[in-house]
């Protein structure tokens, strides 16, 4: 009887670890389907035409977002009870994407706490969040010269929070960043992803670049 009460007892826990997966699957699939409508409607509503270059950042940012459920279906479906995922292994994956996509006027600098964790259900608005900063600023951070440099980079702050920042050299913000979350369609959507992960988002415009910074409070602390 104790044998057959353990096997059930054991069934019914893999049931139910299989059900809450495909739940958050699904809500993964559903953002990632909205994340693919914003890109395409940014697509049809720019003029002139975008040249090849953006049309593969564009694609490789959808790609990064593919990639990113793919890695959440996997480790939602081992059999452990781990709830961390390290957040410098996708970060890395989203700059080596990008600067896959881009030619030598983009020098892409990586700087990653590897203590920096994060739930599995943060992974995907903040490799959201990421790729549309880093996007934003591949086409608007270039300094004088052409060049865009970018500095990517996460840590941990004083109160324990988790810092990811993306700086760019480009010639900053022409208007109040207010202004702009309200202009911009990309910056409005990151604005509501970073509510899902309990977060704020910060913008520091000067002369010689553009930082922003998601915080995101350490669940794991």
Do not use: W
């Not at 990113?68 to 410098?88: I, N």
């Amino acid at each position: 009887m104790d044998v057959d009460t353990k096997i059930t007892d054991t069934q019914c826990h893999a049931c139910l670890r299989v059900a809450e997966a495909d739940h958050r699957i699904a809500n993964h699939l559903a953002m990632l389907a909205s994340y693919v409508r914003l890109k395409s409607s940014k697509l049809v509503q720019r003029k002139p035409t975008i040249t090849s270059e953006e049309a593969l950042v564009v694609v490789k940012a959808i790609g990064l977002q593919i990639d990113a459920v793919s890695h959440l279906h996997r480790f939602l479906a081992r059999d452990d009870t781990s709830d961390k995922m390290e957040l410098c292994t996708y970060l890395a994956t989203i700059c080596a994407a990008l600067r896959s996509a881009v030619d030598g006027d983009v020098d892409i600098i990586e700087s990653f706490d590897r203590t920096c964790v994060i739930p599995p259900s943060y992974l995907l608005p903040v490799s959201q969040i990421v790729t549309e900063m880093m996007t934003n600023a591949i086409k608007h951070g270039k300094d004088p010269s052409g060049q865009v440099s970018l500095r990517v980079s996460c840590r941990h702050d004083a109160s324990g929070s988790i810092v990811i920042e993306v700086c760019d050299n480009g010639p900053g913000l022409k208007t109040q960043p207010d202004a702009v979350k309200q202009q911009g369609l990309g910056l409005r959507i990151v604005e509501t992803l970073t509510a899902r992960v309990n977060g704020t988002i910060a913008y520091r415009s000067g002369p010689t670049g553009l930082s922003v910074q998601l915080t995101v409070p350490d669940v794991h602390g």
